[in-house]
């Protein structure tokens, strides 16, 4: 069965230091991978998403990138974060099928962060 | 423009009775709608999807949704509310990017209270 990991759970970080989240993906190939930010515990926003390695699509401009190294490997970087930074930001996989619209993304535990 | 309503930022129910959480949908084509569910600093789990065929559709911990053309809506619905049904609930739908991958609109979200 496939799972999806994100660490770190929470992180705590000051204004302009860097950051680093990874999400990864177990039990599936070449997955479709998307980053998702949540402000104030209700709309998601989609921020990056990728069909493959080395492949990102960025929805909106931001401080925020994204990377994919691996095939199921998937990680969100900033150099210099900012206060509106902060919120909770979840991966998600999914695999795409004939057709395609009916694909079902599936989404990781999720990162707390808060910028200080 | 692909989008979801979800008209109710909260739905207060009392355990064992029938609750209903509403969402409506602007597409352009065929609809690939679904159901998602989120409990506190948690990820979204996945509930159900409406692809084709039966405009019923059940899904996991005895919710189901019923598929309305007409009205352009997708309700979810449960017969017996229990407390532990308390979440966030998000409506989506799925939009191609052009890519032959395919992104989740979706809804505000509407809080689910189900008191004892």
């Known amino acids: 069965s496939q799972t999806i990991h994100q660490w770190p759970a929470t992180l705590v970080q000051p204004v302009g230091s860097p950051l680093s989240l990874e999400c990864t993906v177990e039990?599936?190939?070449?997955?479709?991978l998307y980053w998702y930010r949540q402000a104030a515990g209700r709309g998601l926003q989609l921020l990056f998403y990728s069909v493959g390695i080395g492949q990102i699509s960025s929805e909106v401009p931001q401080n925020l990138s994204a990377s994919r190294p691996q095939d199921r490997q998937f990680i969100l970087s900033s150099k210099k974060l900012l206060l509106s930074d902060s919120g909770f930001y979840l991966c998600?996989?999914?695999?795409?099928?004939?057709?395609?619209?009916?694909?079902?993304?599936?989404f990781g535990p999720g990162t707390r962060l808060l910028v200080l | 423009a692909q989008s979801v309503a979800q008209p109710e930022d909260q739905v207060n129910v009392a355990e064992g009775n029938p609750l209903t959480v509403k969402c409506t949908y602007s597409?352009?084509?065929?609809?690939?709608l679904f159901w998602y569910v989120q409990y506190p600093n948690r990820g979204l789990q996945f509930l159900l999807k409406y692809i084709t065929g039966d405009n019923l559709v059940k899904g996991s911990y005895g919710f189901e949704a019923e598929f309305n053309k007409s009205q352009t809506s997708f309700h979810l619905k449960k017969p017996s509310a229990l407390v532990s049904d308390s979440a966030l609930y998000f409506c989506?739908?799925?939009?191609?990017?052009?890519?032959?991958?395919?992104?989740?609109?979706f809804g505000s979200g509407t809080r689910l209270l189900v008191r004892p």
């Open positions: 998600a996989w999914s695999v795409g099928l004939a057709g395609g619209s009916g694909e079902t993304q599936y």
């Open positions: 039990g599936t190939s070449n997955p479709n």
């Open positions: 597409v352009s084509g065929n609809p690939y």
């Open positions: 989506a739908v799925s939009h191609s990017w052009g890519d032959s991958s395919y992104k989740l609109i």
